[in-house]
């Protein structure tokens, strides 16, 4: 890969996660420390990174808020392969929340109609299940917020609060072991946070690039989440350390 190639790829990488380790993008990019040294410094420079001790950060330090669309595009394969080993979950007579993740929309979209009862937010969700015969679709209501496309604010707090949830299906933006599960939007986390509270079962639907990785806003502690489900080149050391912490892991 040509220097200028490995510069690209490297701030569309600031863009979605805020900030990179040193080390851990030369294994992933399988380069030298040292490569990737020279390419932040090269990067900081010309003012399109900031130079931390022991990696950079996007010049905000935040991720870039993507909407819905933008995030459906990203690591398509590994969303697949967690939202089929999800599928396994689902059984009639149970009534299952999901939240406008796209990990979760995945899972969505390869639903059986059969008899239970889903609760969401998201105009997504709703839009494809509305054609449903057998299932119940409850839909929170709330304000809509058209970047993320789902529907927030203290309604939908509050008609969830009305409901038996068996499983929530969420995903995020970051999860970290010892602070938990992260989102960039903060009503969206504040809805997390709510269904989280009031779920039977917790099931975090994220794949391997988030692990190890904190957003702006936190809804969920670790021992929160009963089950995560991340793709198969997730750190060990991390799927140990959730394990720990009382998380079952599955991996797709």
């Known amino acids: 890969m040509l220097a200028s190639e490995r510069h690209q790829l490297i701030l569309k990488l600031l863009d979605e996660r805020g900030s990179l380790r040193t080390a851990d993008l030369a294994a992933e990019l399988a380069v030298t420390d040292e490569t990737v040294r020279r390419d932040f410094q090269a990067l ?42 999800a599928l396994k979950l689902i059984e009639p007579g149970m009534t299952y929340a999901f939240d406008s993740s796209t990990t979760a929309f995945e899972l969505v979209l390869m639903l059986p109609d059969l008899p239970y009862r889903v609760v969401t937010n998201a105009y997504a969700v709703m839009d494809h299940l509305i054609r449903m015969d057998h299932m119940e679709l409850v839909f929170t209501g709330g304000k809509y917020q058209p970047k993320s496309q789902t529907f927030v604010g203290s309604d939908s707090g509050a008609a969830l609060r009305r409901h038996k949830i068996n499983v929530a299906f969420v995903s995020c933006v970051g999860m970290d072991v010892n602070r938990g599960a992260s989102e960039s939007f903060e009503e969206q986390a504040g809805f997390k946070e709510v269904l989280v509270d009031l779920a039977e079962e917790v099931v975090l639907l994220v794949d391997s690039k988030k692990l190890n990785q904190r957003a702006e806003y936190f809804f969920a502690e670790t021992r929160s989440i009963t089950k995560v489900i991340t793709d198969k080149a997730a750190d060990p050391v991390i799927l140990d350390e959730l394990r720990n912490e009382g998380c079952e892991i599955t991996l797709a």
Request: glycine share 8%; hydrophobic share 35%; proline share 2%.
């Open 44 to 85: 900081a420079e010309a003012h399109q990174l900031t130079r931390t001790h022991g990696g950079a950060t996007s010049l905000s330090g935040r991720p870039k808020l993507q909407s819905f669309t933008e995030r459906r595009a990203i690591r398509v394969d590994e969303k697949r392969a967690i939202a089929s080993a």
